[in-house]
């Protein structure tokens, strides 16, 4: 698995409509949680649009402050939040979240799965594989089939249950709230809405 930033680029065009925009979504929140953006990825965000939706909302907040703020503003960001001097102000891994720790259980589980699944870390990515980043790019992944062919919904409902469920939504809420967001508070919105559609949706059965 390549744990560098993703493109924005859409998906495979043979995919329904729905899993295309849920890979793009997926995609989104793995490259903003992976790297700070660049001066051209902060452009392209400044493209996006929304509508009157509490997700379309968030993404027309995080337009509208890519246009308005510059990527070493958004670096510094970043630092403060995810990397820090010692630690940042949160520590997006599922471990964590789950037992207070890094690299416990979640962790072990997590890399079964992708053996399982022929998912390997990139050789230049040093970072727990059950960071938020690589998790989101994961899930992109098994929807859009870079990983092979795209995974059943019954598969996809596991990895999204087992890895994603359990404390994505808090971590999103957390980032929304942090003391150093500015540019990342809609990103954790945007976050948190669309975990709980995806757990509602899976929930019922339709997505």
Excluded: C
Excluded at 33 to 58: I, S, V
Excluded at 174 to 190: I, N, R
Aim: aromatic share 8%; charged share 25%; no cysteine.
């Amino acid at each position: 698995m390549t744990q560098a930033a993703p493109t924005l680029e859409p998906a495979d065009r043979a995919l329904a409509a729905e899993d295309r925009l849920r890979a793009e979504v997926y995609d989104l929140l793995a490259a903003l949680l992976a790297d700070p953006p660049t001066k051209e990825r902060l452009r392209a965000l400044g493209g996006l649009t929304g509508d009157a939706t509490p997700m379309g909302r968030a993404v027309e907040t995080l337009a509208k402050l890519a246009r308005n703020t510059s990527a070493p503003s958004v670096e510094r960001e970043f630092t403060e939040l995810f990397i820090g001097i010692g630690r940042g102000e949160l520590l997006p891994f599922a471990s964590y979240y789950l037992t207070g720790f890094l690299n416990e259980k979640p962790l072990a589980t997590l890399r079964k799965d992708m053996a399982s699944l022929q998912i390997s870390r990139a050789p230049n990515v040093y970072e727990p594989e059950d960071n938020i980043a690589s998790l989101m790019e994961m899930m992109a992944g098994l929807i859009d089939g870079r990983f092979g062919s795209p995974a059943p919904i019954e598969r996809q409902r596991e990895f999204f249950n087992r890895h994603i469920a359990p404390w994505a939504a808090h971590f999103f809420s957390d980032l929304e709230q942090a003391k150093g967001s500015v540019f990342y508070l809609p990103v954790g919105t945007l976050g948190r809405i669309f975990i709980d559609i995806e757990r509602e949706a899976f929930r019922l059965g339709n997505g």
